[in-house]
């Protein structure tokens, strides 16, 4: 889930090509042999999920026949729109949404050759499997809660209260995709102009707490620099679970969530372009066990979610596009 900005140094390195991006990008793993002969994985995902996704390759005889880039989404996101087919990576893990946007204007990605079920429609493609879905709370440091007498909030709607001013962390929108949970339920909820008016708010309350990283506000709630934060659900989950004084509350106006999938470039090489397919198919049918130890949401028929599930559920009315996500930054902005 992370997105950051491209930088002038960043698109240096991306003009020269270099795969390991110097120190514009986290890098690699697995970097035995030669590159010509590894299937090359560009990632936006969080490194538990690389992981994970690392282990389940490794355990089935792809070890030292892959290597793995991250990114920024908005980053990688770009890269797939200006590049298409010419990408240098034949396996993408993305932002669904990202994937779905670049196959549209490219037409860059094989159609899958495995089968799959999804429990919701939504999530099934033609041309990408999911990897993890990730949804959206509100984080809460309990013993700041009671040693400012704040009350727990209910909604996102709450975060707008003077009672919990520069005491809230939420993450730009622009910088990171966990903002756009937050910023979706707004909308979904109060309409746009609502959605204005909450946000002029919670950004007043956060003042220099809006961070550009997704984990950033739990991390600030964690270290006790703030009480309240906006962030991915399952990190807040394992933190009280590990007996950390963090909970987690699921806002009323809706627990949104987005998937990151994987997909095959299509490119004609052959024996390199249909191990890229058995990896994709791999990381679906032999990773999902590992993933959901970290991303406990259920996907395919034959999972179960966590006990931990949420409380409200909600898909955005709209597909989800990068369009879309330029037009709630766009939204953002004008809060600030």
Not at 19 to 43: E, P
Not at 169 to 184: C, E, G, Y
Not at 218 to 246: M, N, T, Y
Request: with cysteine; aromatic share 6%.
């Amino acid at each position: 889930m992370k997105m950051r900005q491209v930088t002038a140094m960043m698109m240096v390195c991306l003009v020269a090509g270099s795969l390991m991006l110097g120190g514009c990008s986290a890098g690699d793993s697995k970097a035995s042999g030669s590159s010509d002969d590894q299937v090359i994985i560009y990632s936006n995902a969080d490194e538990e999920a690389v992981d994970a996704m690392k282990e389940t390759l490794d355990a089935n005889g792809y070890e030292g026949e892959y290597m793995f880039q991250t990114f920024g989404t908005s980053e990688l996101g770009g890269k797939l729109i200006a590049e298409g087919k010419n990408l240098e990576a034949d396996l993408v893990t993305m932002s669904s949404f990202y994937l779905d946007s670049a196959q549209e204007q490219n037409t860059m990605f094989q159609d899958l050759t495995f089968d799959y079920t999804t429990i919701s429609e939504n999530d099934a493609s033609d041309f990408y499997a999911p990897i993890t879905k990730q949804e959206g709370a509100i984080i809460v440091n309990t013993e700041l809660l009671k040693e400012n007498h704040l009350d727990t909030p209910k909604s996102i709607k709450d975060l707008a209260d003077e009672q919990y001013k520069d005491l809230i962390s939420v993450t730009d929108i622009k910088s990171s995709s966990t903002a756009w949970l937050l910023i979706q339920a707004l909308v979904s909820e109060y309409g746009e102009d609502g959605a204005k008016d909450v946000l002029k708010g919670i950004y007043a309350n956060a003042g220099d707490n809006i961070e550009d990283s997704g984990s950033a506000p739990l991390k600030k709630v964690r270290a006790g620099e703030v009480a309240v934060g906006f962030g991915l659900r399952h990190q807040a989950v394992a933190d009280k679970e590990d007996g950390l004084p963090i909970d987690y509350v699921d806002p009323t106006e809706g627990n949104f969530s987005l998937t990151e999938s994987v997909a095959v470039v299509d490119k004609d090489n052959g024996d390199k372009a249909d191990k890229a397919m058995e990896m994709a198919q791999c990381i679906i049918e032999k990773g999902r066990k590992a993933l959901q130890k970290t991303y406990p949401l259920a996907i395919y028929e034959g999972e179960k979610d966590s006990d931990n599930k949420s409380a409200y559920p909600k898909v955005f009315s709209e597909k989800l596009t990068a369009d879309l996500l330029e037009k709630h930054q766009e939204l953002s902005e004008a809060c600030k």
